[in-house]
């Protein structure tokens, strides 16, 4: 029998749930994006001497036979997995096979849940190893390099002491520079680029794919879980951008990214000299991104649709604005308004982030939130369900009882935003359920918004060609509302204590 190879890792990414609800599941059937924290981490990896793998089990849904196949065959040292609150009990059943195929494996967990919950989890669940809090590429390196026994001195690890209590190492004095990261390693994505696809009506064209600029937010509003990268904000040079899309087209031939960066106009001048090299060195291809209103203006929106801008995505959370001063600063509709008409007269699509749920939601603030949104001249939204994820200031409001606003039923691998955990006072999750298929419903139902669908015949083809592919889940969706995933048969969070 071959022995344990300590140079190698084998980095997964766990889907959450079975295959068969995979099929049905009608975020995946909209959206499935490669897991670019992994594909860094594997990049840095293997520029550093460590061979590694990736499995992304929410792109190849069936993957348990591959990893048990892969470990038979490597007997790699190490298991490491990227997980969020949905799914990381699924990491942990992930962990408990790969155990039992290779004994002395040592498996790590990183990723938003381990970064919030840390000594915690290593108490509830033994088959945990290590845990890693924050960004992972250093400290699975010194993890990796470290001699046995010598891991207390890497800084950003769980790890259990002689006497098998977690203890925490601390967060990392000193981070990357983003500009000396190798760019992801995207060909250890099996079937990168075609087996991953950006929503449905979000791009004009295949094939695209998403990338990261950035990392963190300054901000704290109440719902987001800043456990990752705190509230920093650090960010490749427009010249890094820049050579990171030239690659992108070069290798892969995308011609539309996503930017999934949390603040992608942070640094204003960043984005103009992005823009600037874009003019004088054309790459043929247009791009998405997110950004706060406050950070955007008239003459940068100008230069960023010259440079191939499609769409920008703007969190408006709710059109109730008191009810937005109870979780987020700066909490000003009107600002938000003329921000979205000056991006429509620059000729860039906008997209509306929203959540129906938060704690202080009544059917008249989500009534509020509706004539909002069917005022402003967007061109799509996506309404979430709010969810308190764990290292969100919400949650642990609500956790230490300073939050009575509402009931929450804390089931992780049902924490997906696409079903109504918590429920504020004075209202049922049937009557949520109702309200938030109404809100789309009517939507749909305004001819302006149907012309606009109408009109991605030909501004985005491939849309409407998936659109009709998966059209049976939709309705699917449209008609059980959040219950697709209630027969998930998972345990709840306090039954696993
Ligand atoms: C892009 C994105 C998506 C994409 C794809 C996610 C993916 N495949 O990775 C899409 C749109 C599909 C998506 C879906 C969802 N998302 Co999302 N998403 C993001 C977003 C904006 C960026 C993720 C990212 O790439 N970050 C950049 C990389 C560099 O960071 P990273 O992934 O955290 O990885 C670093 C560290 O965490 C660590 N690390 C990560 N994994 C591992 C593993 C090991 C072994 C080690 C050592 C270290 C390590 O090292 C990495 C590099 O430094 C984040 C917010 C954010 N800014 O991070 C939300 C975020 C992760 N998503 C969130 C949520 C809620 C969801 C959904 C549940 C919502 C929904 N219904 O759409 C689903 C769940 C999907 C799933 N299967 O988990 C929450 C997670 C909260 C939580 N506790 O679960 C976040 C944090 C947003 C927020 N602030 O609330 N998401």
Not at 19 to 29: F, K, M, T, Y
Not at 98 to 121: C, D, N, W, Y
Not at 267 to 294: H, W, Y
Not at 306 to 314: E, H, R, T, Y
């Amino acid at each position: 029998m071959n022995s344990i190879d300590k140079k190698r890792i084998l980095l997964v990414h766990p889907l959450g749930y079975s295959s068969e609800q995979a099929a049905r599941d009608v975020s995946r059937l909209a959206n499935v994006m490669p897991p670019l924290g992994l594909a860094s981490i594997s990049a840095y990896l293997l520029e550093n001497g460590f061979d590694n793998d990736i499995v992304d089990c929410y792109a190849h849904p069936d993957s348990d036979g591959m990893i048990r196949e892969y470990l038979s065959r490597f007997m790699p040292g190490y298991i490491g997995f990227s997980c969020t609150t949905s799914t990381f009990l699924d990491g942990i059943r992930l962990a408990e096979m790969a155990k039992k195929v290779v004994p002395g494996i040592r498996t790590i967990f990183g990723g938003v849940h381990m970064s919030a919950l840390q000594k915690e989890l290593l108490v509830a669940y033994p088959v945990i190893d290590f845990g890693v809090v924050g960004e992972g590429e250093q400290t699975l390196l010194e993890l990796l390099s470290a001699q046995e026994g010598a891991c207390t001195d890497v800084e950003g690890l769980v790890l259990r002491n002689a006497d098998g209590d977690p203890v925490y190492t601390g967060r990392r004095k000193n981070l990357l520079d983003l500009n000396e990261l190798p760019f992801p390693a995207y060909h250890k994505l099996v079937g990168y680029p075609e087996v991953y696809s950006l929503p449905i009506f979000n791009y004009p064209t295949v094939p695209n794919g998403s990338c990261l600029s950035s990392r963190g937010c300054p901000y704290a509003c109440s719902y987001c879980d800043r456990s990752v990268f705190n509230r920093t904000f650090r960010y490749n040079s427009a010249d890094y951008l820049y050579r990171h899309m030239a690659y992108l087209k070069d290798t892969y031939n995308l011609k539309h990214l996503n930017f999934y960066d949390d603040q992608f106009t942070f640094n204003r001048q960043r984005v103009v000299d992005f823009c600037s090299m874009i003019e004088e060195k054309p790459l043929g291809m247009t791009f998405n991104c997110a950004a706060r209103a406050e950070h955007l203006d008239a003459e940068l929106l100008y230069l960023m649709k010259k440079a191939g801008c499609w769409m920008i995505s703007l969190g408006i959370e709710t059109g109730d604005e008191q009810l937005l001063a109870r979780h987020r600063q700066n909490p000003d509709l009107a600002m938000m308004r003329d921000k979205i008409e000056l991006i429509k007269k620059a000729g860039i699509r906008v997209k509306g982030l929203l959540m129906m749920g938060l704690p202080g939601e009544t059917e008249e603030s989500i009534e509020k939130s509706r004539n909002y949104v069917y005022s402003l001249p967007i061109d799509d939204f996506n309404l979430a369900k709010f969810t308190p994820f764990p290292g969100s200031p919400i949650y642990e409001q609500i956790r230490n009882g300073e939050d009575v606003s509402g009931d929450f039923d804390e089931d992780w691998e049902k924490m997906d935003c696409m079903q109504f955990r918590f429920v504020p006072q004075g209202m049922t999750q049937d009557r949520l359920d109702e309200l938030f298929i109404d809100f789309y419903k009517k939507h749909f139902q305004r001819p302006s918004v149907l012309w606009g669908y109408v009109t991605m015949l030909w501004k985005s083809p491939d849309s409407w060609y998936r659109f009709m592919k998966s059209l049976t889940g939709f309705l699917r969706y449209a008609r059980a509302g959040s219950r697709i995933h209630e027969d998930s048969g998972s345990k709840k969070r306090t039954d696993l204590k």
